[in-house]
């Protein structure tokens, strides 16, 4: 049973998490036409937006309220108004998505009411605008709180309730925030070859994609369509990756009796055959033998690579959907899951994690704990303690600033298991020391591990 | 050196005035007051005559949901001033957003052991959870000095720089920093930074100014042996190595740099500069509220500086020895003589490739005008400059910097930047990673010139080699040649059948 | 005008360069139900075996004719005779392909004689399998010509002569050596998403390409099949990519008048346009929206990509047409060619490299010309010159043994030029170095070019 | 240690005569000799007994169209004994295909600077053209010689290592040497190893022992002082250090080891070899010629041993130290006492997870009998062996190893050993890197036996550890799991309909 451990410090040293509002303005991304909006002051949205646009390398929609110290006395109702009308009159969004950082609610705004009020007050202005709600303090949470609490507004807000005709066909795909474009589209491929016709929730593939658009556009392009998601209680079935995601389609159910599943993870042979096994079900359909292909090339993956992965330790440091995807990756390849950090202790995912304990953390407690590890997984703020500890670093989740190409590399299905396997083999191969006559002498060697287990950070 | 142009400045009021008229009237009366055209022909030489139509409106609010570049007073102090000392810890304090965001988006490059004696490229948050925000967070602040204490006890000194929450639930982070100070024997700085004070960053560098004077200055006895030739280095940040490009001139003039503020500075450089000669400002919007007070109070004197180029470096080293007189003046002659080869063959090597060729900048703190006779220097344009965040006198020293005709715009929106851009397409625009991608996509060449696109240095001669080529590396990269605008792409393309060779 | 420079030195030290049976026997491999036969001793072909499983880490079907000392001094016919006929016998393969080595090349023996005399007297017996014949002595050439050969060799052997009805959507494609199999994978797709038919020779994505099939076969699995290479005279249009292949479609036009197109490389966005259009051109059809999507994620890497690349110096040691399609990928991207290393002088594409001069040489000389280069490309015996010169080495072409997934990287049409993009990128991106204070002084850092350039190996 | 078992002798009987029923006859015939069932029980300690009908029919010439994994004379002299003599230039002479091909596939382990002083892991070719196979390559290997002169003056030392066509074109490589020795006053071997010589790798072996006899000794005055307790070891190649952890062993029972042929050595080392008091051979096949020579000519007595796995440790260093006397072997007890407890731990950890486990094992030189103690050693049970190039005394050597009923197979076929895999579904096959994806692909765990899988050393106590953990590692791994062999799988998969989570 795997322990979950509390916070060690009060501090952050070097934290591995990113706040709520972030990870609800990610989830509008990947809506069509749609307009994240921070209500707070407007240095969150120009770092967040920042953070966003070095970790996209594209053109990035964020907008703010711009609460000023007079709104920061007064309260933020007539900013959010005044930022509502001109978002609606300069660009027409499809969709606006307020999300609250610290400062209102620090203040303890009733938001919400705020909202009614503007889509009340200017009914026939921003007719053809969804404006929604994620609550998304910084002060709680993070990235796959504020992602799911997105969806979940979102779902609330637009989708049209009521028990509604099936169209045996069509899947709606709830996906998690640890999955890449490449992911999103190698999804959608994945479920139209048996035929069906999914509705991915966010689909950040079409907005975060790395393309160029034909004309200028100030919000997104691409995504999933406001229609679509009004009309996500005509699917058969609901599907949902990773457990944050949970809580979106429970409300789904609720408003329109669609039946889900939940996979916690489609990386892994076995996860991704019960996946093939589901929409084989579904749409009654034979395995394509494309699909069929893949899997074989993934258990031709799994034969190369396994002897690369064989007892070596790894040290993960990732949001817990994302922890449990790549820890039961990774012991599936015979490693050992060295360290496990993770940034909040709100997920059931974590009692799964094949770990003997939990951390609830920063990269500072990452980099202890780590030590005489293998391979440190984790975003890009891990390369120092990389580098000060001599272990190779691989980058998953967010932010991931200094290497090309990241929302492309494929992480799920059988592809991108095999991707996966290969990235990593790779990274060990390149690390690889040869012996040395004085390493040899197998007492000392033996004493070796405890010795390495001190770093510029554990003097407590 | 130099440049004698003039730019369309029809062209460019036209382009105001239909930027303009897609704003409702209220937020384009608000709006045009921001944005101007050059008209007054600059003189070189002059010395206090701005242009007449310079200056714009500035260091006004935002509008909700027009969103620009600007920051917030943590940025401007955390991100911007404090953040690069180099041996302080400093607390992000609030919740996790803000620190996390801004974490090494700066590239301030020092010298030390980080985690050890060093600590700029680490980030340190309190982290606030919903009980700190409820039962207030000083005694977490407490714990996390005691832990720092004890994790890096070779740290000189924290800073607390305060998120929004921390002035709003009442938090007394003074009366935290000085029990803790007393505690620790250290110096404890309490920053009260929040990012809903003022329209910008800016207001985030004088208060994060007003922390060095109240909680720096005048504290300890300073052991520090003071001579003749003493400066500080004021508001220059080691963007990519620029303060340390910059030292080696002054030194080679015969000065001695005692502090660096603050590029790779200790706390020590900050607590000795009062004993300096002269304070050489480099980033003036960021740090011209110390200097006042370093001049008031101790009688330092303050000059500005300009070492972007060769041009303004030799004017301003000249200007520099001026003030210690006829011995460095000789010095400094043999400096500008010694590098004349240097910056020759820089020239002969990328004027011809980059000759003529128009640039657009949109920048912070000194640099939509400093840069500019770097450009000029290489026989480049500059169309069109603005400042995200400066204040009136800003723009009356930008005067003197651009030519006739010169757009210019404050506090930008995307949309307004996107449209000049369209209207002018410049050979190059300089500007931040939030325009990087939009402008790339526009099909021209951009430069970082905040963070020098993980180049740089872009001070002194050294400098200006790797800034000319990299603005050739940008201008005259051969995908641009396959490059055309997307929405013109469309109408002829795709791939036209062509015979396969 | 770019230099052809003749070999420096007699000796060959830590050779680039690997022997035309090899090459042979690689394009044989992409045939279904094929059995290459190394005619020689037997140590080549287990060496050659070795270094193909190490390459591909698949089984590999490679036979010998196990020539003997006896052999040697009376002739090789009758092993040759009896290695085809107990291959026959015992896997009853499609196709035997003869490759020789230097062994029988340098007694002289006349083996298409020998061959023929075997068909003829046992013609019923191997009926059902051909028995081509490529001349590759191991003291010419390198892959590049054995591969050509080998094909050239196949098309006379088996290939229908005379004019035939065209079939109008029919592709006859002879790809080069140079492309993996994810790049022939790749190049099926895009050809079929035309509506196309390719039939591409060889087609090491079938046989080569990391699959489990689902019995114990002794011959290839997948690949061309020899009725395709016999009915290849009814291609509407032959396309040929790599100029190696151009006298092997030279062949196939002589023979039966198809058209042919040679590109001479497949990578950078002007290339592929061409190879687009013309694709459009043949099937009269709109280039899919799936084909322009890629174009335009292409374009955006160009623009994400081409600020690390400005100004880099590149060091390549290939073959000469996959020299070509690297040295012109990377200066259009922005880079300069430092050096440039090539195997033989044979090749017509040396003169259209991008560079000042083309080495015919071995790694050693790269090792001496890449000296302050940014960047090396070769292949994985490149990785200790990469270590002594502190430069890292980008892995390309044959062998790259200690990495996995290399059959898997793509590297021509959009997405390839895509992925190469990201992983120079991200290569540049891993090995940067921050100013310090002492590397500032201009001057200084304005001699040091040629200090660096002094290797173990410079002496001469 | 050790353990008692004795395997399905009739199952494999019948394998094999499944296997030789798919054969014409006359194939089936000469095959058949090549293949044998163990039928005698091993009686632990007998000396001289072998197993009758051990004597299977080896080193016998190869069949053409029927592949097996042998090697030929060039690699039994460049692959394994001169190769990695690592501060000679080792010339692969002839064209380029056959030093291409074989360079870096064995892991021989050295200390230098490479290309220094140390040329093992660099590939020297002489690279033939047409014109060198017609006129003769004698002056270009003039030419060559004289390169690696300027080049490397630091080589201690040249050999030419002659593929197939210098045979034919009668080129006189022995004139060669000798006049560039000569010249260069450095050690210059000729090597006549041209592939079509022999029936495998294993008369490369001979040719090269004689090229040591005939061109290294007794050249040069060796100034060496000599000592009691001197011993070559020889026929070890160092693959992953084993040399090395043999090496602290002998030295731990107070001998001096003087030599290591050829891992990591020196040709100082081969050319003060005979001063030598005992050669110590491991690889008995590919070296015993030259250590009979030495023990003719100058009475140099020699003596196998096996250091792979505790049992056989123990049994070898006291058989070694019995013939240097009671000092020796007290010191050896010592030794073994010492490491005791390692063992222990290491059977404790590793026994529960491997006992049971049935291995197949096919390699070279003396690993398929030398390594069979190791795994009992960890109560796991070898089912079947058998040599690549083998002479009929390897296999009554190994009849001292092998239970009853262990299937033997000499110079084995992919289809024979695929069949024999199939049948009995081993829990672990140990081979080389040619039969590894096909065993694998067929879901059976797979370790290297010749290179050690990247991993190493084997040899000795520290060796027993890696060993056991290897197996484990490749045995026990999670991906079996998932795996089921592909010609079974088609029938059930893909995939039923598993309700998701």
Redesign the interface.
């Known amino acids: 049973m795997v322990r979950i451990l509390r916070k060690i ?7 591995l ?6 990870g609800a303005a990610f989830a509008f991304l990947g809506v069509e036409g749609a307009m994240p ?1 921070f209500h ?12 966003f ?2 970790h996209f ?3 990035i929609p ?8 007079v ?2 006395i007064l309260g933020g109702a007539d ?2 108004e ?6 609606k ?2 660009t027409k969004p499809k969709l606006i998505g307020v999300c609250t ?3 209102v ?3 303890g705004e009733d938001c919400a009411s705020d909202i009614a009020n503007v889509k009340l007050k200017h009914a026939e202005e921003l007719a053809g605008t969804e404006v929604v709600l994620a609550n998304t ?4 949470g ?1 990235i796959e709180e504020g992602w799911a609490k997105a969806v979940a507004a979102m779902i609330e807000g637009i989708t049209r309730s009521g028990a509604r005709t099936r169209q045996p066909k069509k899947i709606a795909i709830l996906p998690g925030c640890n999955l890449t474009v490449a992911d999103v589209e190698h999804l959608r491929d994945m479920v139209e070859s048996f035929g069906l016709k999914p509705v991915i929730l966010p689909d950040v593939s079409g907005s975060l ?8 556009v ?1 919000t997104t392009y691409g995504g999933t369509s406001v229609e679509e998601i009004r009309e996500l209680g005509t699917a058969a079935q609901c ?1 949902v990756i990773g457990e944050h995601m949970r809580h979106p389609a429970k409300t789904l159910h609720g408003l329109t009796g669609v039946p889900y ?4 993870s489609l990386t892994g ?2 996860a991704v ?6 929409l ?2 579904v749409s009654g359909a034979a ?1 394509p033998a494309r699909v ?2 893949r ?3 993934l ?13 070596k330790r790894i040290a993960i440091a990732a949001e817990p959907d994302q922890l449990y995807q790549l820890a039961t990756f990774f ?4 490693c050992e899951i060295a360290a496990a950090v993770t940034t909040t202790d709100m997920s059931k995912i974590l009692q799964k994690v094949p770990a003997d304990w939990v951390q609830i953390g ?1 990269l500072g407690d990452l980099e202890v704990l780590a030590a005489g590890a293998d391979l440190l997984v984790t975003h890009s ?1 891990g390369r ?1 303690a990389s580098r ?1 500890l001599g272990i190779p670093l691989m980058r998953v989740g967010f932010p991931i600033f ?4 990241s929302q ?1 590399k494929l992480t799920i299905l059988y592809r991108g298991t ?2 996966l ?2 990235d990593v ?2 990274i060990f ?2 690390n ?1 020391h ?4 004085e390493a ?4 000392r ?2 004493e070796m591990p405890d010795e390495l287990r001190s770093s ?2 554990t ?2 | 050196m130099g440049l004698d142009y003039e730019n369309d400045g029809a062209l460019h009021a036209k382009l105001i005035e239909d930027v303009l008229s ?3 009237d209220k ?1 384009a009366k608000r709006r045009k007051k921001h944005l101007s055209v050059a008209t007054s022909k600059d003189e070189a030489g002059g010395e206090d005559k701005g242009l007449s139509e310079c200056d714009v409106k500035s260091n006004i ?15 401007g102090s955390k991100g911007v001033v404090w953040g690069p000392v180099k041996d302080m810890v400093h ?1 992000s304090h ?12 700066r590239r301030n490059y020092y010298v030390g ?4 004696d060093t600590f700029v ?10 009980k ?2 409820v039962f207030g967070g000083d005694k ?1 602040l407490e ?2 000095i005691d ?2 204490e ?2 890096f ?1 070779l740290s000189g000194g924290i800073s607390v720089q305060s ?3 921390i ?3 009442g938090d007394d982070i003074e009366a935290v920093s000085r029990k803790k100070a007393k505690e620790h024997e250290k110096t404890i700085v309490p920053v009260r930074c929040e ?7 800016s207001l985030g560098h004088h208060i994060a100014n007003d922390a060095i004077r109240d909680w720096v200055f005048d504290k300890d006895d300073v052991a520090f042996e003071s001579g003749p030739y003493d400066v500080n280095v004021v508001g220059d940040y080691n963007i990519g190595g620029d303060a340390w490009a910059s030292r080696i001139l002054l030194e080679e003039i015969g000065l001695r740099v005692v502090g660096n503020w603050s590029g790779d500075a200790t706390l020590a450089e900050i607590e000795r500069a009062p004993k300096a000669k002269l304070n050489l400002i480099h980033c003036y919007r960021s740090m011209n509220y110390i200097c006042r007070h370093m001049e008031e109070k101790y009688g330092i004197a303050w000059m500005e500086y300009n070492f972007f180029g060769p041009s303004q470096i030799e004017a301003s080293l000249r200007n520099i020895a001026k003030h210690f007189g006829p011995e460095i003046e000789e010095k400094t002659e043999k400096v500008i003589a010694k590098y004349r080869p240097l910056v020759d063959a820089v020239i002969a090597k990328y004027q011809p490739r980059l000759e003529g060729r128009t640039v657009m900048l949109y920048v912070g703190g000194l640099r939509p005008r400093h840069v500019i006779t770097a450009y000029e220097d290489l026989a480049m344009v500059i169309v069109g400059t603005g400042y995200e965040f400066a204040h009136n006198d800003d723009y009356q020293r930008t005067g003197h910097y651009v030519k006739n005709g010169t757009l210019i715009y404050d506090d930008v929106t ?2 307004e930047l ?1 449209k000049f851009i ?1 209207g002018i397409r410049p050979d190059l625009v300089g500007s ?3 325009e ?3 402008v790339q ?2 099909g021209i060449p951009f430069r970082q010139m905040h963070s020098w696109d993980y180049s740089g240095p872009y001070h002194g001669y050294d400098g200006f080699a790797i800034f000319a080529r990299d603005m050739d590396l940008a201008i005259n990269n051969p995908v641009w040649g396959l490059y055309r605008a ?2 013109k ?2 109408k002829d393309a795709p791939l036209r059948a062509v015979a396969a060779e």
Chains 1, 3 share one sequence.
């Open positions: 410090k009060s501090a952050a040293v070097n934290p998490k990113s706040s709520q509002p972030l909006l707070g002051s407007q240095g969150c949205t120009s770092f967040a937006l920042v953070l646009v070095r390398k594209e053109a964020l907008q703010t309220t711009a609460m000023d110290e709104a920061t900013h959010l005044e930022a509502i009308l001109n978002l009159t300069r950082t610290a400062l609610e620090t203040r303090p910084d002060f709680g993070a994609d790395g393309t160029v658009p034909d004309r200028w100030t599907i599943a939940v996979f916690q042979l076995k055959d019960r996946f093939v096994s589901l084989s079900a395995v069929r292909r899997r074989a090339q258990e031709d993956a799994l034969l190369d690579g396994h002897f690369h992965f064989g007892g012991t599936g390849m015979g920063d703020h120092q000060r200094d290497r090309l190409g492309h095999r991707d396997i290969f083999a790779n191969q390149a690889q040869a012996p040395t006559p040899l002498d197998p007492f060697k033996r510029p950070l003097r407590h | 897609q704003y409702p937020a609010k935002s509008i909700p949901g027009v969103m620009t570049i600007r920051g917030c007073a943590y940025a607390i609030g919740p996790v957003g803000c620190g996390q965001y801004s974490w090494s988006q052991t980080t985690g050890i490229t680490m980030q340190f948050t309190s982290d606030f959870q919903e700190d925000i977490k714990k996390i832990e720092i004890d994790l006890p998120e929004c929450p002035g709003l639930i990012g809903f004070r003022g329209v910008s960053q995307g949309y996107e369209e931040g990673i939030k990087k991608y939009p996509k526009m997307p929405w792409k469309m």
